[in-house]
Each structure stands twice: as C-alpha cells, then as structure tokens.
C-alpha cells in the first residue's frame, strides 16, 4: 500500500490508445489512468495534481505518457510538465505519440545494423530519403538520422512546402541540418532515389511508396526500411520480416515492418519498466528511445 507505480497517459485526441494502455500495464505499471482530450494549457494543473498527492519519496512511482499524433505536441506537453515540476516534489515523465518515437528508434536502429554488418558502413555521411515525412514516425526518425551524421531529405509527396516547413523546425527545435524535397511525381522520385543510399518510408498504411522499378533504377541506393503492415506494403517486394536481404532482383537491401516492430515494441516496454525500476524520476523522448534500442539490438 502506498508505494504503487501509477502511470497518467495523457493525450490530446478522443481515447488514448489501448496499445499504450496494455504495454503499459505488461510491463508492470500496477494502474494506469488514461486522460483523452487534454489540451496543452491543461499539463501543468494535471501533473501538480499528481505530485503533490504523494510523498517526495514516491514522485519516482508516479509516471506520465504523454500520445497523441503530434510528434511536437507530445515534446511540448512533456516539456511543459518538466517545468511543473516543484522539487522536491516530481515525476518521471514519457513522450511516445503515436508509438511514433520506439517506432523511429527502432527502425534507424534496425538500418544502422543493416549497414554496419552486412556493408560496414554507419549512418554517419549516409544520404537518406525520407517518405512520410511529415508524419510523426518520418519526421522523428529523419531528426534521430540527422543526429548521427546522416544527410537527411524530407521528400513531399504532395510537393515541397509542408516538407520545408519540418525541415525547418527540426533545425529550430534540434540543431540539425535537414533537407527537403518535392516528391509529388514518379520522375521528381527518380531524381531523388538515384543520389540516395537509404529510404525510410513511413506513409500512411496500404499505400504503395517505392516499386521494384524505382528500386532497379537507383544505382546509390543500399538500404529501404517500411514500417508500413499492412498490405500493399510500402516498398515493392519487400518482406515483413526481412532484415537485410535483398530486394527482388534487386541489390538493395530491405528490412520489413515485422523487424522494425519487434524492436519498438521492446523498447517501448523497455522504458516503460526503466521509469518502474527508476530509483529518482526519468525523462524520455525520442533520444532516449533510439539509445534504449541500439543497446537492445547489440
């Protein structure tokens, strides 16, 4: 009694998602209490709420997680409740909107392995494409690339703009040089694929992004990675569970939505029981995701 672990799953959308909820609690969490439609000005009341509720020495078992859809929304809000905090009274505190933070840092984990065995190259120079890239999982995973050295573009497909304006935001917000580009064509696709050596593809389900023509076509191209389950997948010919074959006729090498998943869901898990084992409350964003990752994938 009294020393429960108690995780607050807050989201700005109509539910918080059950995915959440039941990793949450297979992972240990003995309650977790979903708040659906919070708007930003609402962290702070929410979260001194929580804290004061309880005994200093209890703040590290309370927890927050921080969904939604909105990859900067999410970061916001978690930065927000950071500055709630009134020491000595605290929280450990998660941002994961849409999953869309363990699902970057697993895939770029997953091609960083890729290329480290079977090409021994690392993501530092790399020239990388990314498709989705607007979407919360496209634009976290160009920001975790770009953070490892990798030359990053953002490719719209409905043409440059919405694209440009991330790639902006991401300098803003993380310090990192990001390109972006007009994708709304077969042929704008062909130009940017033939300088390309890695695709990460994360549009939206069902929808087919690259075809083994594309894939043929582009000579500087070693890598494509989707996250995309559902049929048809992302990039033509490509395995759910492939983790470094090659593509079709092709000699690019394609790692699938399975692999990529396998990893996420690991490490969502994995810090998810970090904040329960936690001896002082934690943070974690994006960052601390893709390091959990790569320390899972040795």
Do not use: W
Not at 23 to 37: E, K, N, Q, R
Not at 219 to 234: E, F, H, K, T, Y
Request: proline share 5%.
């Amino acid at each position: 009694m009294g020393d429960k672990n108690i995780l607050h799953m807050l989201t700005p959308l109509k539910h918080a998602s059950p995915f959440d909820v039941n990793m949450a609690l297979d992972a240990g969490f003995d309650a977790v209490i979903p708040y659906a439609s919070v708007e930003r000005g609402e962290i702070t009341a929410l979260v001194q709420d929580a804290i004061f509720s309880r005994p200093p020495k209890l703040g590290v078992r309370t927890g927050f997680f921080f969904g939604g859809k909105d990859a900067l929304l999410g970061l916001d809000m978690l930065e927000d409740a950071r500055k709630a905090m009134v020491p000595p009274f605290a929280a450990s505190l998660f941002a994961d909107p849409a999953g869309s933070f363990t699902t970057a840092a697993a895939m770029v984990t997953c091609v960083e392995k890729v290329l480290a065995t079977k090409l021994s190259r690392a993501l530092s120079g790399l020239t990388v494409a990314v498709f989705g890239a607007t979407g919360v999982v496209g634009f976290s995973s160009a920001v975790i690339a770009a953070r490892q050295g990798a030359k990053v573009i953002l490719v719209g497909y409905d043409g440059p703009e919405r694209v440009r304006k991330a790639a902006g935001e991401a300098a803003r917000r993380f310090d990192v040089a990001i390109g972006f580009a007009d994708g709304s064509s077969r042929e704008k696709i062909g130009t940017l694929l033939a300088s390309a050596e890695a695709a990460f593809c994360a549009g939206r389900a069902g929808v087919r992004i690259l075809d083994l023509e594309q894939l043929r076509a582009a000579r500087s191209l070693i890598v494509v990675a989707d996250v995309n389950a559902v049929p048809p997948a992302g990039v033509d010919g490509l395995q759910m569970q492939a983790n470094g074959e090659p593509l079709g006729d092709t000699s690019v090498l394609g790692v699938g939505p399975l692999t990529i998943g396998q990893l996420k869901s690991k490490t969502e898990a994995g810090l998810f029981r970090k904040m329960i084992a936690a001896e002082k409350p934690v943070v974690f964003d994006f960052r601390h995701a893709f390091d959990f990752a790569r320390e899972l994938a040795k």
